[in-house]
Nanobody, 122 residues
């Protein structure tokens, strides 16, 4: 198993930036593909980024493409989400998740963190 702990959330003004971190412990972090998701109040959870085990492949939905960047440091067992040009509608709890394969990140991630709140003020 792998345990995930997110950090870096907070309150930021529209147009600002935040970098979220997700620290992993447990089984070998580098074996897992990783993803970031968000869930706003009253809305379904949505995916915002994914990366392969090496970081060589990444994916973003159109809603955040060009604004969000996912990266990972396998030596530090950490995955990051850099968010630029933030909008108020990006306010949500952001979660990281781990999956055994890259194509499972969005559909069937097996491990989840507890989430970190991001609030974007207008």
């Amino acid at each position: 198993q792998v345990q995930l702990v997110e950090s870096g959330g907070g309150l930021v003004q529209a147009g600002g930036s935040l970098r979220l971190s997700c620290a992993a412990s447990g089984r070998t972090f580098s074996r897992y593909a990783m993803g970031w998701f968000r869930q706003a109040p009253g809305k379904e959870r949505e995916s915002v980024a994914a990366t392969s085990w090496s970081g060589g492949s990444t994916h973003y939905p159109d809603s955040v493409k060009g604004r969000f960047t996912i990266s990972r440091d396998n030596a530090k067992n950490t995955v990051y989400l850099l968010m630029n040009s933030l909008k108020p509608e990006y306010t949500a709890v952001y979660y990281c998740a781990a999956a055994e394969t890259y194509n499972k990140v969005y559909a069937n991630a097996g491990y989840w963190g507890q989430g970190t709140q991001v609030t974007v003020s207008s």
